[in-house]
């Protein structure tokens, strides 16, 4: 049975577009960005602050000793080509009026290409969208799938990330590694209603994924270590 899944029309998605869209309009030392899909707009979570993009802005600023602006440009639905095609030009489009570069960018895709997308197409678009990312990127591999072919396919894909990540130079969230340890039954929990995206408890899963990476970044930043915004 395919999992039951919202529509961007539908009003909850839309009202999470415009709860982001106005946090981009709070001011913050620090420019974080995410990009991605639905998973990075916290679908399945009521909260904002309990998506892993929000426990990673929170993260950030609390070990950089900095206030954080958040601007998500991540879309439902989106595929790689999305990022590719759309989302990395909108980065440079925040990054010019914000007159600097983003402090951090986040990035989760691939999840909407598994067992959908060629895997030649979706293979060269990761690339191609690694090739294009600021320095102080972190990038997630694709969520476990638990079993079936998309879950062959999401290895396949997470892999593809991981090589073109590393080649960057770039940071890497292993997300299938922390997502794969709560197969099965027990991960009930970790999923909304939906069955699908994550839960409030599942973002936290996601969150361990960026950790390390984001926790690293931010005292980077730290002002008593020359950190600057």
Known sequence: MRPVTWSPRTPFVRRRV????RRADESGDLLYVALGDSAALGVGTRDLDA???GLAAHRLQRLSF????VVNLARYGA?????????LDLLVEVEREAGRPADMVTLDIGGNDAGRTPADDVDARVRAIVGRLPPHTIV????????GEREWDARRISQTIADAVHTAG???APLHRVTEYRRGWGSFPDFSWDQF?????GYRVWDSAYAGAVARRA???RPDVGGHA
């Open 18 to 21: 415009a709860e982001w869209r």
């Open 51 to 53: 998506s892993y993009v």
């Open 66 to 69: 900095r206030t954080v602006r």
């Open 79 to 87: 595929r790689a080509d999305d990022v590719l095609d759309r989302q």
């Open 140 to 147: 997630a591999d694709l969520p476990c799938f638990h079993f």
């Open 170 to 172: 770039l940071a890497f």
């Open 197 to 201: 995206h994550p839960s409030r408890l």
């Open 219 to 221: 005292r980077a930043l």
